[in-house]
């Protein structure tokens, strides 16, 4: 193959000559209406997904990649069913560092920034015991990576690399704004609660270019996983297991029972329909244009 001149996704156009690198989501054989075999391809840049086709030498091209490789193709563009798509007539596996961020959209603020804020939340927590929880979460050896890298979802609200992080700093800020308002909540539950709840990320997804979910976040669910971090952090510092018990709740309460639950439930609820509603508003303004 030619060397590479790298083309984004948003910028792709009928005719366009396409050589690029871009992350494999989905990959699936099928047969034309003449019985020939093809490959429907999705790929993935930090621009946006775009469908793509293998006509020739499906079967040869078959064996060359998977769902989760980033591949650098060799086609062209042209229009289907009013979008443009890639008919892909070369391909080659690519090694590249492992980083979600480098192939999907990213946070909609950026990373280092959000991670200020998280540590500014952390240090607001006053009482001891559970401000050393919500420390030994955060700080656990191999978190953060995998959890700024990490989305909330893949099809719902906060579906990018950075969500669940972007999505904890927005729940807690909303959090720590209704403690204020409402002296009766005990804050150091709530900013515990708000800082950990979306923790079991970093376990729900595999790390790499593509965000893929794992089978513990296909079985668990980012409240379980979340959970089972603050009990691990909360049995090697022996926290008090009332305020443990006060603040899983809060994660992991499909019925709140305190007003501190109600709180972290509610402004987890709320960031995730204003998150949604943004991104279908995107997405109607990107369809008109």
């Known amino acids: 193959m030619t060397s590479e001149a790298r083309t984004s996704i948003r910028d792709l156009v009928e005719g366009q000559l396409v050589d690029s690198t871009f992350a494999v989501l989905r990959k699936d054989r099928r047969r034309s209406r003449a019985g020939s075999p093809y490959l429907a391809v999705e790929l993935a840049d ?47 596996k690519v090694e590249v560092p492992t980083d979600a961020l ?77 403690w204020l308002l409402h002296p009766r909540l005990d804050p150091s539950v709530i900013g515990a609660a708000s800082l950990v709840f979306a923790a079991g990320a970093a376990d729900a997804f595999v790390p790499g270019p593509v965000l893929m979910q794992s089978e513990e976040g296909r079985l668990l669910g980012i409240p ?39 709180c972290v439930q509610g402004a987890i609820a709320l960031d995730a329909g204003v998150s949604t509603a943004l991104a279908q508003a995107a997405s109607r303004t990107a369809e008109t244009q």
């Open 102 to 178: 480098e192939f999907t959209p990213g946070a909609r603020r950026d990373v280092d920034d959000l991670e200020g804020f998280l540590e500014f939340l952390a240090e607001e927590i006053s009482d001891p015991p559970l401000a050393a929880l919500a420390r030994a979460v955060l700080d656990e050896r191999g978190f953060r990576a995998p959890f700024r890298a990490a989305p909330i979802s893949l099809e719902h609200h906060h579906a990018y690399a950075g969500g669940a992080l972007q999505h904890t700093v927005a729940v807690a800020t909303a959090c720590r704004e209704l």
């Open 46 to 92: 930090r621009t946006g997904r775009v469908h793509a086709t293998i006509f020739d030498d499906a079967p040869i091209l078959d064996g060359r990649f998977a769902v989760g490789d980033v591949i650098r193709v060799l086609g062209s563009v042209e229009e289907y069913r009013g979008k443009a798509q890639i008919i892909i007539r070369s391909l080659e």
């Open 224 to 262: 379980r996983l979340s959970s089972r971090r603050v009990e691990r952090a909360a049995t090697h510092l022996n926290t008090p297991r009332e305020r443990v018990v006060a603040v899983l709740h809060c994660i992991d309460a499909d019925r709140p029972r305190t007003p501190e639950a109600a």
